[in-house]
């Protein structure tokens, strides 16, 4: 029993940090009170979490989201596992610089003035592109 309550006050530590719901934590600790249901679970999550990650991998390869299901594979096995959590810590902070850059009014400012000058950049090329060639896709090479 002395058990259980350190891994349920993990539990709720936890919780709060992934901000897990009620019925989520619950179901979870109903599970961690027997043994093999626990074993199981821990499996399924290893399995499921490993496909996800094994099709990102594809992905990168093939069309499709790779690095979306890289990162998602990697959220399921963290449920479970604290080496894919480690794994995840780079992506974290660097959400979490993202965020703060974003928040960042000189930031925002420097972003605003970069789009700026894409978007002026590709109006000049289009402009360009339309004097020369008029409206026509004939001299791009994809088009021939």
């Given at each position: 029993m002395?058990?259980?309550?350190?891994?349920?006050?993990?539990?709720?530590?936890?919780?709060?940090?992934?901000?897990?719901?009620?019925?989520?934590?619950?179901?979870?600790?109903?599970?961690?009170?027997?043994?093999?249901?626990?074993?199981?679970?821990?499996?399924a999550v290893l399995v499921v979490g490993l496909a996800?990650?094994?099709?990102?991998?594809?992905?990168?390869?093939?069309?499709?989201?790779?690095?979306?299901?890289?990162?998602l594979g990697l959220l399921v096995l963290a449920t479970e596992f604290v080496w894919a959590e480690v794994l995840l810590e780079p992506l974290q902070r660097f959400i979490q610089w993202l965020a703060r850059r974003a928040k960042d009014p000189r930031a925002r400012a420097q972003n605003i003035v970069f789009v700026a000058l894409v978007l002026v950049s590709l109006a000049l090329g289009l402009w360009w592109y339309?004097?020369?060639?008029?409206?026509?896709?004939e001299p791009l090479p994809f088009f021939n």
């Open positions: 002395e058990n259980f309550e350190s891994e349920s006050i993990k539990a709720q530590r936890d919780r709060k940090k992934y901000l897990r719901p009620g019925w989520l934590e619950a179901l979870r600790l109903k599970i961690a009170r027997n043994r093999v249901l626990e074993i199981v679970y821990r499996v996800i990650l094994l099709a990102g991998l594809a992905m990168l390869i093939l069309p499709g989201p790779g690095w979306a299901a890289i990162v339309l004097n020369r060639y008029g409206l026509t896709l």
